[in-house]
């Protein structure tokens, strides 16, 4: 299980590194919209073609995005393999953040009874 877990949280860390560049949280917000060509993104975000090339790269990497070629045009699109990992690290996390609080509760709860 604890591989698993590093696996995961390796996943996790290359969503969240993508994800901390506001260019690529750009990109994704763009193609959350719908199918994106590479040439628009670049053209609505005011970068170049390699800049935004290399934004792609690391979107698609983590699983964020996915890009198909469309005759000459290379389109872009929403990767749910990518939210599922975000997802995924929020439930554990959440569980594990539920546990600690209700043993905090519990030991206030035990000290003030004491008192």
């Keep these: 299980m604890g591989q698993v877990m590093t696996m995961s949280e390796d996943a996790?860390?290359?969503v969240f590194a993508a994800l901390g560049d506001?260019?690529?949280?750009?990109?994704?917000?763009?193609?959350?919209?719908?199918?994106?060509?590479?040439?628009?993104?670049?053209?609505?975000l005011g970068v170049t073609l390699t800049a935004i090339t290399q934004h792609?790269?690391?979107?698609?990497?983590?699983?964020?995005?996915?890009?198909?070629k469309v005759g000459r045009?290379?389109?872009?699109?929403?990767d749910?393999?990518?939210?599922?990992?975000l997802a995924h690290w929020v439930a554990l996390n959440r569980q594990m953040w539920g546990q600690r609080?209700?043993?905090l509760d519990a030991m206030l709860q035990e000290d003030a009874d004491g008192k």
């Design 12 to 14: 996790a860390d290359q």
């Design 80 to 85: 749910g393999r990518g939210l599922d990992v």
């Design 22 to 44: 506001a260019t690529r949280r750009a990109i994704v917000k763009l193609v959350a919209q719908g199918p994106q060509s590479v040439s628009a993104l670049a053209a609505a």
């Design 73 to 78: 045009v290379r389109m872009c699109e929403l």
């Design 101 to 103: 609080f209700d043993a």
């Design 56 to 68: 792609l790269r690391v979107l698609q990497t983590c699983g964020m995005l996915q890009t198909r």
